[in-house]
């Protein structure tokens, strides 16, 4: 759990980092930023308000974790706090170098610290990496000459975050722990962010677990099945949820025996769950901490729904045995019938 309610901004810098392959430059400052309190407020919003409960990260690097740049600078930042200014200063050399991508936008990387900030109940400090890329059109109105003057001025909407992660002085020889956020682009070059300045990985908590084996069910009703009925495939996934909504742990025995119930889809289901995990790379494991933010995050994107040519969507919540799928030989159009007591 993350709770920024008592955290201080101590140190703040701000620079300009263009696109690598358009030669656009930096503009490096020589000095760390001074604001009052009320800007260090709404500043602690901007960069803050958008890290809720989500799955954490951890630096990595292929042979020495050292050899990490983002983790190397952050290190240095954390045994010496005053050394902010200049690991920024290299902080933004290495977002240039990652920025080669035609596609990537330039824009203003801050680099900030924070003390008292925390996380799973320890208070420890953040280095908060930042950066805006995307401006907005905002109109100023103000008294003139007796009536009213309307200006246009662009500038970086607080209520979003483009880039950000935040860094934990936590668990340093396992690379500490990462909150990372992406809410511009989904494509490749905007994996940049994640995967070549940061290089960090998802760190294999119960919140991965749980989010990698709801993937897991969602994949399995849908590929295990291609020729299933569409209720079978969602009333699988439905009982998922339902388990995992009520239960704090999993058990693999349990959730066969509760949601897979007959012999030959459990079998099935075994045979996936080791495929999906080498296909993937992920871990799956028998018995786990099952988290409710990850089921609350995943249920967002499981819609069990049916759509029926341009016309009707179906949703189904649970009761099976309450719609049934048919044919009708008079007009060749398939059907569906469904069975309730009341309707609102």
Not at 248 to 254: Q, T
Not at 272 to 296: G, H, M, T
């Amino acid at each position: 759990m993350l709770n920024f309610k008592e955290a201080r901004l101590e140190k703040l810098a701000v620079h300009y980092v263009g696109n690598l392959a358009d030669s656009e430059g930096m503009n490096l400052s020589q000095n760390l930023v001074d604001v009052d309190n009320e800007v260090k407020s709404v500043l602690k919003t901007f960069f803050l308000k958008s890290f809720k409960e989500q799955g954490l990260y951890t630096f990595h690097h292929e042979t020495d974790l050292n050899l990490n740049e983002a983790f190397h600078y952050a290190k240095t930042v954390f045994s010496n706090p005053e050394s902010l200014l200049l690991q920024s200063i290299n902080l933004a050399r290495h977002l240039y170098e990652c920025s080669s991508h035609p596609m990537i936008k330039s824009g203003e990387l801050y680099v900030a610290y924070f003390s008292d900030c925390v996380i799973n109940g320890e208070v420890t400090e953040v280095l908060g990496l930042f950066k805006s890329e995307n401006r907005e059109t905002y109109l100023k109105v103000f008294p003139a000459n007796g009536s009213f003057e309307v200006q246009k001025s662009e500038g970086i909407s607080i209520n979003k975050l483009d880039k950000g992660c935040l860094i934990f002085n936590t668990e340093k020889e396992t690379g500490y722990r990462v909150a990372v956020i992406d809410n511009t682009n989904k494509n490749n070059e905007a994996q940049y962010w994640k995967n070549k300045f940061l290089k960090v990985k998802p760190n294999e908590d119960s919140y991965y677990v749980t989010q990698n084996y709801l993937a897991l069910c969602k994949e399995f009703a849908e590929e295990a099945f291609p020729e299933a009925d569409k209720v079978d495939k969602i009333d699988l996934v439905n009982n998922s949820i339902s388990y995992f909504s009520r239960n704090d742990s999993f058990n693999i025995k349990s959730f066969e025996e509760e949601v897979m119930q007959e012999p030959e889809i459990i079998e099935k289901f075994q045979k996936y769950k080791n495929s999906f995990k080498e296909e993937e790379n992920v871990p799956v494991f028998d018995e786990f901490e099952i988290s409710k933010p990850a089921l609350k995050q995943s249920k967002r994107y499981i819609r069990s729904v049916i759509k029926l040519d341009k016309n009707f969507h179906v949703y189904v919540h649970g009761n099976r045995q309450n719609i049934i799928r048919g044919f009708d030989e008079q007009t060749g159009l398939n059907t569906y019938t469904l069975y309730f007591k009341e309707e609102s």
